[in-house]
């Protein structure tokens, strides 16, 4: 029961230092997708309920501080949570290739509607511009994903947020 008393609030935190500090050390320039790749181990390891309800605070946090499209996180990770949670059943999703793999496509594919919601809407003209920009975001939680996924594996051995036996 803790767990959904203290999930916003580290939901939270993350999202402002994803938001605030990264995007400073980056200049502005290029966004790295934490929230993203925590949505995708909550898919991997964690219960639907409890990996649902995640990928739900960390979607609607994210949205209320970025100020994008309404909604389009939120539903947004909870379909990347349902997706790696149908995924991890069928695959060994613990191989260090996969997880680069499916954090880069998932990454790949927010990059891919969020250019065409503001092509779209907005009509944004510079959608190649946009894509390189994405793709590049793309590769770097890639190849940030494995470290993100031991981080989270030693946190979860420590404050142990496994299922009740």
């Not at 409890?50 to 501080?65: E, P, T, W």
């Amino acid at each position: 029961m803790i767990y959904y008393v203290v999930m916003p609030i580290f939901s939270l935190l993350l999202l402002i230092f994803q938001v605030s500090f990264l995007d400073l050390m980056f200049f502005g320039k290029i966004g790295i997708e934490i929230s993203l790749i925590v949505v995708i181990y909550a898919g991997f390891h964690l219960s639907i309920a409890r990996g649902g309800s995640l990928a739900f605070v960390m979607g609607f946090i994210f949205d209320c501080i970025t100020g994008s499209i309404t909604g389009f996180h939120t539903f947004f990770y909870v379909l990347v949570f349902l997706a790696a949670r149908l995924t991890s059943r069928r695959v060994y999703s613990e191989g260090t290739f996969f997880i680069v793999l499916f954090a880069l496509a998932a990454c790949l594919a927010q990059g891919v509607f969020l250019s065409l919601i503001y092509s779209f809407i907005y009509n944004v003209e510079n959608f190649m511009k946009i894509m390189w920009i994405f793709i590049i975001q793309s590769i770097i939680a890639g190849f940030l994903s494995p470290a993100v996924f031991l981080l989270l594996d030693k946190m979860e051995s420590v404050f142990y947020v496994g299922e009740p036996q």
